[in-house]
């Protein structure tokens, strides 16, 4: 229903018109059409689609790639859109502990879009992978998260030219962005330098090298063994040098080893600064002496104690106690897990991420934060 006021050359007619609208509105109502209105929205539509929330998911296809890396294809009960090197959380029940970890998907953006089907590709490390490696089965059940991370071409910031360096399982986000780029769902050209120990070690290499095109380009480094075709040791100065093109935006996903070693190689290049991104890591086990800490939990109006090994996170102290928190990137950035600090001592793996008034009205991470003392924590629940 529209209705055009004009201004009038003297506002007191203007309120006189005003005095009218009531009468106005009556009649447009009175003559306006029984049509219904839509059941749904477009801009509706495509939120749900963007943001899908937590989905139930069913393991449809498992497919060994490597002898330590399997690929796991789910079903969606949701369409969904995500852009090529962003993650998700997959979450199952394992005894009485519900269980998150995020993934890097493996599929392409249309795949998830068009069929409803995703894929993440997992190395057999870690507790939650091992368990998949060893108990998952086509026709589980899962719970699929929302698409998540900053770990994507941006346009607005990134050089038309990306060169990404994997290692090891690291390929995965760049294998969903060399399909994208095959579907046209992404516009950048990808240079692809991929480290490994040896062939049989490379992940997807017969569905990556039926990609390369003009806009993707794959090296492969073999550290552990020389072979024709393929370039030898680490991914050096020297090989990004020989491949890149001339002006170029750096992706690096895969051990925090192997970032050390590429950045060290990448400021001899003169690269730095919002042309390197690198994908976050999980936060693991620390190296410290064992010892077990009470950590009280609070809940809404709920609160109970449980032990806390000082080599884990609070996050994993509260999974293994089968509490159901809020968990997604489990590397400190995404403040998914952010948690009121009562009492007690903490450490933080890497660098502290948290925003400067979280840090001051103590607010912590326990994805990323490992007890150095009894402690006392609000959580959100999960």
Known sequence: MAFTFKKQIFGFMDLLRFKKMTAIRREKLATAPATPLPATYTVNEIAAVLHP??????????????????????????????????????????????????????????TALNKSELSVTVKKAGYFSEWLFDNAKEGDEFVIGDPSGEFFYEPIKDRPNVVALAGGSGITPFFSMAQ?????????????????????????????????????????????????????????REIIQKYAPETYTVMLCGPQAMYAFADKELEKLGMGG????HEANCVGRRDVKPAVY????????????????????????????????????????????????????????????????????????????????DMEITVPEG
Not at 274 to 277: A, R
Not at 299 to 307: G, L, V
């Open 53 to 110: 929330g937590n989905q139930k998911a069913e393991l449809i296809k498992i497919t060994s790639e490597t002898a330590d890396t399997k690929t796991y294809t789910f079903r969606l009960s949701k369409k969904m859109f995500f852009r090529a090197g962003q993650y998700v959380t997959v979450k199952t029940a394992i005894g009485q502990s519900l269980v998150a970890r995020p993934y890097a998907i493996s599929s392409s953006p249309l």
């Open 274 to 277: 919002k042309y390197v991104k």
């Open 180 to 236: 994208a780029i095959a579907e046209g769902t992404e516009d950048f050209s990808l240079t692809l330098i991929y480290g490994a120990k040896t062939e049989k070690d490379i992940i997807f290499k017969d569905k990556i090298d039926k990609l390369v095109s003009d806009r993707f380009k794959v090296v492969y480094v073999l550290s552990d063994e020389k072979k024709d075709g393929y370039e030898s040791g680490f991914i050096t």
């Open 294 to 373: 009470k950590l009280k939990v609070n809940i809404k109006d709920q609160s109970c104690e449980i032990p806390a090994a000082a080599e884990e996170t609070l996050l994993v102290a509260m999974e293994r106690a089968g509490l159901r928190v809020p968990s997604k990137c489990r590397a400190g950035g995404c403040g998914f897990c952010h948690s009121k600090l009562e009492s007690g001592k903490f450490s933080i793996a890497g660098a502290d991420k948290r925003r400067l008034a979280d840090a001051k009205f103590g607010y912590i991470h326990p994805c990323c934060s490992y007890p150095d003392s």
